[in-house]
């Protein structure tokens, strides 16, 4: 690949997952000198392998991670293992090296009780395990990395290379006539392409010293509920928007708490001169124009057809 200009290597981990390979993507279009590792290729657990990895990187961005919400609940020392102690490993390394680390966080540290956008510095306080696996992570950045490390929360991930739930919703389609969805949660869906150019803005900002440390919100604008998404989602595909219903939280218990409130705000983005993510019905749109998604729409109706 060609360099950046003298930025130096930007190392990916996590790479093989849903947001690894839409970054990969993004800093591949750019023609930036990179570096991608699988879980399977690096374990960020330990330490001789990722400082082994983060030797030469002038950023960092830590795709990988903890993602079970429901099988944290009961494996909550694993859990911590990848999204805590991974993550200190990453922190020092790239505290060694002098590299910059753009750490991938989640809204489930937020208590989710609110009723307006949470702001960058709100207080944290997380209802289930996972939640409490990310904050470990969280202030690991925070406390090894003060001048270089970013905690970048997103929520309600979707994209083409992983299970989410806008896929799900489209392949539910070809099977059931309706479908019951919660509508006491809100959030903010977000596309991992669109998440993958953000962090990539972001890292450049960082490498230049336009960007100070600290906390980013990296979800889409405005806010829905897991109807108001899929209701959209069956729309936007040419489905029956009605055969979505609306139900409560009660109504599909799980293992691990939800937060009611997922909502972020994003006031940080100003101090690096970019502007915050698009909003979420834009994304979706987008989103679903691309090959997995609308194969997966052409699915849905032709099997609703018969």
């Known amino acids: 690949m060609t360099g950046d200009g003298g930025k130096g290597r930007w190392l990916v981990t996590g790479a093989a997952g849903m947001l690894g390979q839409e970054v990969l993507a993004e800093l591949q279009r750019h023609g930036i000198e990179t570096a991608g590792l699988s879980r399977a290729e690096l374990d960020i657990t330990d330490p001789a392998a990722v400082r082994s990895a983060v030797e030469g990187a002038a950023i960092v961005v830590n795709c990988a991670g903890w993602t079970d919400v429901d099988g944290a609940e009961t494996a909550e020392e694993a859990a911590a293992a990848v999204n805590g102690t991974g993550v200190r490993i990453l922190a020092a390394a790239c505290a060694a090296t002098g590299a910059r680390l753009l750490q991938i966080s989640t809204d489930y540290v937020l208590p989710g009780d609110a009723s307006e956008p949470y702001a960058e510095d709100a207080a944290t306080g997380p209802v289930n395990a ?15 990395l003060p001048q270089d490390g970013y905690v970048v929360r997103t929520a309600w991930l979707y994209g083409e290379h992983g299970p989410n739930f806008v896929a799900t919703m ?4 070809a099977q059931r006539d309706t479908l019951d969805v919660v509508d006491d949660q809100q959030g903010q869906p977000t596309w991992s392409v669109a998440l993958a150019r953000q962090l990539v803005e972001l890292g450049h900002a960082a ?18 509920t897991w109807f108001g ?13 009605e055969r979505i219903r609306p139900t409560t ?10 937060p009611a409130f997922s909502v972020l705000a994003h006031d940080h983005w100003a101090q690096v001169g970019l502007a915050p993510m698009s909003d979420w019905r834009e994304q979706l749109a987008d989103a679903l124009a691309t090959p997995g998604f609308t194969a997966l729409a052409r699915t849905a109706r032709d099997r609703r057809v018969r």
């Open 170 to 173: 489209l392949k539910l389609a």
């Open 207 to 224: 490498l230049d010293g336009r960007a100070p440390a600290g906390v980013y919100h990296a979800t889409a604008g405005g806010a829905t």
């Open 249 to 258: 939280s009660e109504s599909f218990v799980r293992p691990a708490v939800r």
């Open 130 to 144: 996972y939640g409490r696996s990310k904050l470990i992570g969280e202030r690991a950045v925070a406390e090894l």
């Open 229 to 241: 998404l899929a209701r959209e989602v069956y729309r936007l595909c040419g489905l029956d928007p």
